[in-house]
């Protein structure tokens, strides 16, 4: 079992930038982001391919946030630029244990506010 941790969360002005970090266990293939604000569902936010070399983002952060890994490090981040109040919710990592699949290990969560 995969265990996922992550961090870098925290209280942000608009305009502002915070930087999340997530630390696997052991490799992993593709990564991703997903975010869940109060009363709403869990949203997609960007995934990575397991070489870095393939990103896709959410229409919502395209242009403000990115995504990236070091793979030696066994750690996903997630630079956050130009931070908007409606980017407040708890950031959630997850990983595919193979190249096919889907995301079979999740995180605990960290918390982002950003105050307008």
């Known amino acids: 079992q995969v265990q996922l941790v992550e961090s870098g969360g925290g209280l942000a002005q608009a305009g502002g930038s915070l930087r999340l970090s997530c630390v696997a266990s052991e490799r992993t293939f593709s990564m991703a982001w997903f975010r869940q604000a109060p009363g709403k569902e869990r949203e997609f936010v960007a995934r990575?391919?397991?070489?870095?070399?393939?990103?896709f983002y959410a229409d919502s952060v395209k242009g403000r946030f990115t995504i990236s890994r070091d793979n030696a490090k066994n750690t996903l981040y997630l630079q956050m630029n130009s931070l908007k109040p409606e980017d407040t919710a708890v950031y959630f990592c997850a990983a595919a244990r193979a190249p096919a699949s889907t995301w079979d290990y999740w995180g605990q969560g960290t918390q982002v506010t950003v105050s307008s």
């Open positions: 990575i391919n397991w070489s870095g070399g393939s990103t």
